[in-house]
T-cell receptor, first 113, second 114 residues
Framework: DGGITQSPKYLFRKEGQNVTLSCEQNLNHDAMYWYRQDPGQGLRLIYYSQIVNDFQKGDIAEGYSVSREKKESFPLTVTSAQKNPTAFYLC????????????FGPGTRLTVL | GDSVTQMEGPVTLSEEAFLTINCTYTATGYPSLFWYVQYPGEGLQLLLKATKADDKGSNKGFEATYRKETTSFHLEKGSVQVSDSAVYFCALISRMDSSYKLIFGSGTRLLVRP
């Protein structure tokens, strides 16, 4: 794997409920990212964090929230304000080298009923 | 802003055929370029990368060369296998701000038939 785990793999929620997706990394890397993938499209950045206790909005942050209380964990909450939450969510970590390479977790498929 | 354009799929090939998936980019400066592969129901796996002009990334028989003059990073493989069937994404690192976010193309689905 890419040194990053996501859980659960599949998640079902009723409309109007908040839901939190887990993302954990064990390589002591600072920068972590959340992306959203819709069918037939590339990935879009939701939030990112470069250090503990700091995070920044990406291109599609509305209706989402994050926290970064520990270096190894970067959970994403999909709130009821997100109008179209059904999607595949991918978490990534960035290495510390010059190439800025990002490595992805296995993803969580969220379905809102 | 920075962007990536890749050929639309699906691309359907017979086993042992030659593969090319075109990718061009628009970016400020000299971004690092990547190819990722996604198998059904899984996350993205890094396939190969190149960090500067004329660099060639290679892995598992796949190759791509960073061409600054044509702003391209086409993916090639000399002989595809059924197991190569997947969606391939071309991407660049955007350094327009401090985020180092990946900018993705829309993906190209490859189907290899026995």
């Amino acid at each position: 794997d890419g040194g990053i785990t996501q859980s659960p793999k599949y998640l079902f929620r009723k409309e109007g409920q908040n839901v939190t997706l887990s993302c954990e990394q064990n390589l002591n890397h600072d920068a972590m990212y959340w992306y959203r993938q819709d069918p037939g499209q590339g990935l879009r950045l939701i939030y990112y964090s470069q250090i503990v206790n700091d995070f920044q909005k990406g291109d599609i942050a509305e209706g989402y929230s994050v926290s970064r209380e520990k270096k190894e964990s970067f959970p994403l909450t999909v709130t009821s304000a997100q109008k179209n939450p059904t999607a595949f969510y991918l978490c990534a970590r960035k290495d510390r080298g010059l190439t800025d390479t990002q490595y992805f977790g296995p993803g969580t498929r969220l379905t809102v009923l | 802003g920075d962007s990536v354009t890749q050929m639309e799929g699906p691309v359907t090939l017979s086993e042992e055929a030659f593969l090319t998936i075109n990718c061009t980019y628009t970016a400020t400066g000299y971004p690092s370029l990547f190819w990722y592969v996604q198998y059904p129901g899984e996350g993205l796996q890094l396939l190969l990368k190149a960090t500067k002009a004329d660099d060639k990334g290679s892995n598992k028989g796949f190759e791509a060369t960073y061409r600054k003059e044509t702003t391209s990073f086409h993916l090639e493989k000399g002989s595809v296998q059924v197991s190569d069937s997947a969606v391939y994404f071309c991407a660049l690192i955007s350094r327009m701000d401090s985020s180092y976010k990946l900018i993705f193309g829309s993906g190209t689905r490859l189907l290899v038939r026995p």
